[in-house]
């Protein structure tokens, strides 16, 4: 044991106890890394507005802080009384698919999402709104009561998208700032603890990204900033410098994730040979020089002949002894002249291949391949300004391709424009046989009507969307069927082809559920008003039991309750008096009844069948009722 006191950090630390509080708060920072400041601290005015928000008497102050910074967080964390429903008509091979495209105003979504999806993505991608000075910028104003949104769908202004964020307003770097706080700050909960996310960027925000995803995931988890190249042409009318590149931020949500890598390509191995016979394999040479200078590293080595090859400037990479078992085990070779020696770096070890932080060429596309992509699937029409290349997205995707689960795990992108993402992930299964699951959220905002889009029928970008990865699936149907014509004369092996192919659209709506609005009359009594407020409410809840589509309100509990939008349903056909329906998604399961009216004989049933869950509707029971269900079967009855 050494007597040098230094040899650590705290030498106290061996002969206490447990560090319980240090502890406690790197779990509080690992859940929750927005209460920390930039240097790791705790700040206690952040961890007051999670517990107690009315005791907070806050006095802003230079961290990384802009003009509603604080609001745009509570907003954040606020629940919504939204809900999604299933759109049939507009799905696509539906029940072979887990595939998701969402119509809806992408905070609301994720806030929908975040329950049921909570720690399931692995991977995000994002092409928000840049910030020009002529982009829309989302607003978090939204509620159910805007016409505009849930009547019209008209969205570009009025609380949803807001076009005057002109580089002369004051606040035009608060109202972007803002925008992608909220969205960041649910997202990171969407992500897997090995979960990375990469966002598309370009000059005007590049720097207040970098600095509020610092704030969201912790800058410890900074994984890099790809530079793209978009474009091969210079464009001579830009003032100072042509901008042929836009960045990729690329954040992980914990350590969790240590590394990733490219799939290695024919090119990548290109200098591997095995000209020994070495049983190892293939290999190439590589360096033995130490990076470092270390006096013992510094001797000479004898060659099998006698000749001395003395040592590099730095000294060997490794000690003599170890040189010396590497040689002897032909782990390091002898040039043919006896002047050098070669490390043998075996092309079995290679898990991948680093990626670099610059990406340009042909395996990650550029603008004009990506509107060419999307021009071919929309019969040479252009009815999307600015798209992604479908190649870019895929050699995101294929960083992750060592890891296990890299042709199944889910991939969310919350600003989809076109839907390139969609695209990528389908073509991707399509290529290597996975099982990747995307979710897509794009605004239901509307298009220019001078454009080429409006003109052929689609009114929204969300229509963009869902119709792009509409007909991707169309083509690589029609691509297997002329591969495999005999294939697609059974039905079973068809539907083996098209297993995994396709989406369920759903549209963010009302809540089914009525809401309390009840405003009392100044000029009525107290007891005039309780009255019409009983009354109020009895309208309220017959509105419901008459009005309210069941597969809708199914959709709402279910979601609300932490079930993701798979979902099976199965009647159970050994209750006569109730319908009962049998939900799994996989992972989670209940039973659930919508009956206005739960018959006696089911009570009794539950009373004595306490094994699985089951969610009515409040207004289905009485009093007597609900106190024998909740005695019987505690936290597992669920009165909705």
């Given at each position: 044991m050494s007597n040098n006191i230094n040899d650590t950090e705290n030498p106290m630390e061996?002969?206490?106890?447990?560090?319980?509080?240090?502890?406690?708060?790197?779990?509080?920072?690992?859940?929750?890394?927005?209460?920390?400041?930039?240097?790791?601290?705790l700040n206690i005015s952040e961890l007051k507005k999670v517990i107690d928000l009315e005791s907070v008497n806050e006095t802003e102050r230079y961290e990384f802080r802009w003009f509603g910074k604080s609001n745009a967080k509570r907003e954040a964390f606020t629940p919504t009384d939204a809900t999604l429903v299933y759109d049939d008509e507009r799905?696509?091979?539906?029940?072979?698919?887990?595939?998701?495209?969402?119509?809806?105003?992408?905070?609301?979504?994720?806030?929908?999402?975040?329950?049921?999806?909570?720690?399931?993505?692995?991977?995000?991608?994002?092409?928000?709104?840049?910030?020009?000075?002529?982009?829309?910028?989302?607003?978090?104003?939204?509620?159910q009561d805007k016409k505009e949104y849930w009547e019209d769908a008209e969205i570009t202004e009025n609380g949803f998208k807001i076009d005057t964020n002109a580089e002369t307003d004051g606040r035009f770097h608060s109202n972007w700032l803002n925008m992608m706080y909220s969205r960041l700050l649910i997202a990171r909960q969407l992500l897997k603890e090995d979960g990375v996310i990469f966002i598309s960027i370009d000059d005007n925000e590049v720097h207040h990204l970098r600095k509020l995803c610092d704030d969201v995931f912790g800058e410890e988890n900074f994984l890099g900033n790809i530079v793209w190249k978009h474009t091969e042409q210079s464009k001579n009318d830009e003032k100072y410098f042509s901008r042929q590149f836009n960045n990729i931020m690329v954040f992980r949500k914990s350590e969790a994730i240590e590394s990733f890598r490219f799939p290695r390509t024919e090119e990548d191995n290109v200098n591997y040979s095995n000209p020994d016979n070495d049983p190892e394999g293939e290999w190439r040479g590589g360096d033995t020089r130490s990076p470092n200078y270390r006096k013992t590293l510094l001797f000479d080595i004898t060659t099998p002949s006698g000749k001395t090859i003395a040592p590099p400037e730095n000294g060997w990479r490794w000690q003599e002894s170890e040189i010396l078992s590497k040689i002897e085990n032909?782990?390091?070779?002898?040039?043919?002249?006896?002047?050098?020696?070669?490390?043998?770096?075996?092309l079995k070890n290679q898990n991948g291949r680093v990626a670099e932080n610059i990406w340009q060429g042909g395996l990650f596309g550029t603008t004009r391949s990506a509107n060419a992509e999307i021009k071919?699937?929309?019969?040479?029409?252009v009815i999307f300004d600015t798209p992604k290349p479908s190649s870019l997205i895929k050699m995101i995707v294929n960083l992750f391709f060592n890891e296990q689960d890299f042709k199944k795990f889910l991939i969310l992108d919350f600003f989809a424009g076109s839907g390139t993402t969609g695209q990528a992930v389908t073509e991707l299964n399509k290529e290597d046989g996975g099982n990747r699951k995307y979710i897509l959220v794009q605004l239901p905002e509307t298009t220019d009507k001078k454009s080429e889009a409006y003109k052929a029928g689609y009114k929204k970008i969300s229509d963009i969307t869902i119709e792009r990865n509409k007909r991707v699936v169309e083509k690589?149907?029609?691509?297997?069927?002329?591969?495999?014509?005999?294939?697609?004369?059974?039905?079973e092996s068809e539907q083996e082809q098209l297993k995994g192919l396709g989406f369920k659209v759903f549209k963010l709506q009302k809540s089914n559920f009525p809401r309390v609005e009840f405003a009392p009359d100044p000029e009525k009594s107290e007891e005039e008003n309780i009255e019409l407020l009983k009354k109020y409410i009895k309208d309220k809840e017959a509105q419901l039991v008459s009005a309210f589509n069941k597969d809708e309100l199914i959709?709402?509990?279910?979601?609300?309750?932490?079930?993701?939008?798979?979902?099976?349903?199965?009647?159970?056909?050994?209750?006569?008096?109730?319908?009962?329906?049998?939900?799994?998604?996989?992972?989670?399961?209940?039973?659930?009844?919508?009956?206005?009216i739960i018959a006696d004989e089911t009570v009794e049933h539950f009373k004595t069948h306490t094994d699985q869950k089951l969610i009515v509707l409040e207004r289905a029971l009485d009093t007597t009722k609900k106190w024998n269900l909740k005695h019987a079967m505690g936290d597992k009855f669920n009165a909705f």
């Open positions: 061996n002969v206490q106890t447990h560090d319980w509080n240090k502890e406690r708060l790197e779990q509080l920072k690992l859940l929750m890394p927005d209460l920390f400041t930039n240097d790791g601290k799905s696509v091979n539906p029940t072979e698919s887990e595939n998701l495209i969402i119509e809806g105003e992408n905070l609301a979504v994720l806030k929908l999402l975040s329950n049921s999806y909570r720690e399931q993505v692995k991977c995000i991608y994002i092409d928000p709104p840049y910030n020009t000075g002529k982009d829309f910028v989302y607003s978090d104003k939204f509620n032909r782990e390091i070779i002898f040039s043919d002249d006896e002047t050098r020696i070669i490390r043998k770096i075996y071919t699937l929309f019969n040479d029409e690589i149907i029609k691509e297997k069927a002329a591969a495999s014509p005999d294939l697609f004369s059974k039905k959709t709402e509990i279910l979601i609300k309750n932490g079930f993701k939008l798979n979902y099976t349903l199965t009647k159970q056909e050994e209750f006569k008096k109730n319908e009962i329906l049998f939900v799994t998604d996989g992972d989670k399961e209940t039973l659930i009844c919508l009956d206005v």
